[in-house]
Nanobody, 124 residues
Framework: QVQLVESGGGLVQAGGSLRLSCAASERPFSISLMGWFRQAPGKEREFVAAIRWSGGSTFYADSVKGRFTISSDNAKNTVYLQMNSLKPEDSAVYYC?????????????????WGQGTQVTVSS
């Protein structure tokens, strides 16, 4: 099973930026979809963004469109989440996840491999 390791979380003021990274232990299959989810205390894990490993198609939750950008570096087996104009409500543990198959997948139970998570805290 592919291992995923996130990094880049931290504390930032509202309006600031952070970039998260997710490194995969091996090259994902071309039909793989790598996604970012987040979970705040007392809330369910929610979809943030995803990118198709082959072709680079991207998908975003409405709450982050225009502020977050997902990208990949296939040579490094790494996916990034650039987060700009951060808001206190973006505070959560952010997880990257991997699944295989076509189509858009936004439910957490559709993903097979998960990283350990990285904390993002946005102060007001």
């Amino acid at each position: 099973q592919v291992q995923l390791v996130e990094s880049g979380g931290g504390l930032v003021q509202a309006g600031g930026s952070l970039r998260l990274s997710c490194a995969a232990s091996e090259r994902p299959f071309s039909i793989s979809l790598m996604g970012w989810f987040r979970q705040a205390p007392g809330k369910e894990r929610e979809f943030v963004a995803a990118i198709r490993w082959s072709g680079g198609s991207t998908f975003y939750a409405d709450s982050v469109k225009g502020r977050f950008t997902i990208s990949s570096d296939n040579a490094k087996n790494t996916v990034y989440l650039q987060m700009n104009s951060l808001k206190p409500e973006d505070s959560a543990v952010y997880y990257c996840a991997l699944t295989k198959g076509w189509g858009v997948r936004t439910a957490s139970n559709e993903y097979d491999s998960w990283g350990q998570g990285t904390q993002v805290t946005v102060s007001s």
